[in-house]
């Protein structure tokens, strides 16, 4: 296992296109494993996507376990995932690995629903909401060559929930 | 060698202020760091950091055909800010209610007593002349947990004052 070195703006790869996954072999296994030590390696960050470190394959990995308060379901590695329902949004600040120093508001859907595979190629569904649903959507975006920057809105627009947090 | 500057500038509001301001330090080899902009009372005002060679004398000299051109207001300051200092708030809280004297100053007074350090504040005076509503919208560090925050408020909008406090969840991946 190793940390993959972390591409940063304005590295042309982090604009391509990735390629869906075709072989769910050992090869992509061992590069699970070291996007899953690269994102632990990474402050604070709750997922990566493979074109972060410079693979352009459609996998992506999510683990929101380590906050306090926040629903979530655990470590999920999402192999080609297809977002395929989207309901309501908010805005909400994020940060990337791939761009340091700076966080900004972006609009997302507050619930969407996710089919992908794992690392062995097993389907799994996930009907996902608030912040594990937020870090989904910017991963998947990374597959599609967006950054958050390509969705800021402004820092001083309130278009925040009215959401009461008792 | 480069030294960090901090102008502040406003003047009538107008097309071009920026644009203006920007070209000439531009073309006089400065570089610019984190700035606020924002119209103000009909005015156009303007806090930036600026990187430049020479002192803040000099500094005004080059500003000063844009300043005339434009009947702006200068002032530059020497400045130990340095970029890639920013702080994460973690907090958003929104506060509005019928302006009275003192509204400010008693919010922030009590966040501050219960932790709040702000990394942003806004805050602006809408409603009509006889009925002024002020809104204050602020972003900061709930050093003390957002429960403190919410308790310090508890007694200001039993007065009447609305508060909106809601955690800012920075999603990093
Ligand atoms: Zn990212």
Redesign the pocket.
């Not at chain 1, 994020?94 to 761009?99: F, M, Y």
């Given at each position: 296992m190793a940390v993959l070195d972390v591409l940063t703006y304005p590295d042309p790869r982090l604009k391509e296109i990735a390629a869906p996954v075709e072989r769910f072999d050992e090869a992509l296994r061992a590069f699970v494993a070291d996007l899953d030590e690269t994102m632990r390696d990474g402050p604070g960050a709750v997922?990566?996507?493979a074109p972060?470190v410079g693979r352009l394959e459609r996998i992506v990995i999510v683990d929101c376990s380590g906050r306090k308060n926040t629903p979530n379901h655990g470590h999920m590695v999402l192999v080609n995932p297809e977002i395929s329902e989207w309901d309501g949004y908010a805005v909400g600040r994020?940060?990337?690995?791939?761009?340091p120093d700076y966080t900004g508001n972006v609009i997302r859907a507050e619930r969407i629903t996710l089919e992908a595979k794992d690392e062995n190629g097993a389907a799994q569904s996930f009907e996902l909401e608030g912040f594990e649903a937020r870090a989904v959507q910017?991963?998947v975006?990374?597959l599609d060559g967006m950054?958050?920057l390509d969705r800021l809105v402004s820092r001083r627009s309130d278009l925040f929930r009215r959401k009461k947090y008792k | 060698m480069n030294e960090w500057f901090l102008i502040t500038l406003f003047g009538d509001d107008r097309p071009g202020i920026v644009a203006a301001v920007t070209k000439a330090l531009f073309d006089g080899g400065c570089n610019l760091g984190e700035a606020s902009m924002i119209r103000l009372g009909g005015n156009f005002s303007i806090m930036m950091m600026v990187r430049h060679a020479g002192d803040a004398t000099a500094l005004e000299r080059l500003l000063q055909p844009v300043v005339e051109t434009l009947s702006l207001r200068l002032h530059v300051d020497a400045f130990a800010g340095e970029l890639h200092r920013h702080k994460e708030p973690d907090v958003r809280i929104t506060v509005f209610g019928a302006d009275r004297a003192g509204i400010v100053a008693q919010v922030t007074g009590a966040l501050a007593e219960a932790g709040l350090n702000i990394v942003d504040l806004e805050t602006d005076v809408g409603g009509t002349e006889d009925k002024p509503i002020y809104i204050m919208q602020m972003e900061g560090e709930a050093t003390q947990g957002i429960e403190a925050l919410r308790q310090a408020l508890a007694p200001i909008t039993a007065e009447g004052i609305e508060a909106d406090i809601a955690p800012i969840d920075t999603v990093?991946?």
């Open positions: 997922g990566i996507a972060q994020e940060g990337c690995l791939s761009v910017h991963e975006d990374h950054l958050f | 990093i991946g």
